[in-house]
T-cell receptor
């Protein structure tokens, strides 16, 4: 069964450094998402992306965050200047369409540790 | 903003017992989803519900979309060791892209 794949599985970065998290959504999917999960807490929405633009974002997704689909297969999340509180699991998700029977499917996540 | 209250937060049961968990919201959702998360992995979709009142089964799992569209429950019958994990409900509102997640129910099973 097709999967959403994320790399790396674990990223350790110094505070203030830029980090890019990578995702390869399921190939025929058109809607892409990033979520984060701080250790022991619930999953929180960051941003949704469709047709090469952001369609919805949360208050967490401030100017330090950006997303990009640089080619036909990758979807990236960039954090420009990381803070300690950015430490979390970051999940990418994709969805084929907006139809009522088309749910979001998640990758296994990237654990981001800020030192 | 929209919030989901999921309960219970944790459950400790014996293998073979049935399990029930639920989510409630002050907002209406058009879609309710139930996911399971194993340690170090992402949420895996278990059941998706799209119509108020809908009752859907997936093997030993049964979930219902509340008639008011503000709640959902998930039942697991005859639990087995591989059911251990964290279960999340998630709701999606009309016209929204984002999923709103509950706080999760951590299920532990004693063999």
């Amino acid at each position: 069964e097709p999967e959403v794949t994320q790399t790396p599985s674990h990223q350790v970065t110094q505070m203030g450094q830029e980090v890019i998290l990578r995702c390869v959504p399921i190939s025929n999917h058109l809607y892409f998402y990033w979520y984060r999960q701080i250790l022991g807490q619930k999953v929180e929405f960051l941003v949704s992306f469709y047709n090469n633009e952001i369609s919805e974002k949360s208050e967490i997704f401030d100017d330090q965050f950006s997303v990009e689909r640089p080619d036909g297969s990758n979807f990236t999340l960039k954090i420009r200047s990381t803070k300690l509180e950015d430490s979390a699991m970051y999940f990418c998700a994709s969805r084929r369409g907006q139809g009522w029977d088309q749910p979001q499917h998640f990758g296994d996540g990237t654990r981001l540790s800020i030192l | 903003g929209q919030q989901l209250n999921q309960s219970p937060q944790s459950m400790f049961i014996q293998e073979g017992e049935d399990v029930s968990m639920n989510c409630t919201s002050s907002s209406i959702f058009n879609t309710w989803l139930w996911y399971k998360q194993d340690p170090g992995e992402g949420p895996v979709l278990l059941i998706a519900l799209y119509k108020a009142g809908e009752l859907t089964s997936n093997g030993r799992l049964t979930a219902q979309f509340g008639i008011t569209r503000k709640d959902s429950f998930l039942n697991i019958s005859a639990s087995i060791p591989s059911d251990v994990g964290i279960y999340f409900c998630a709701g999606q509102g009309a016209g929204a892209q984002k999923l709103v997640f509950g706080q999760g129910t951590r299920l532990t099973i004693n063999p």
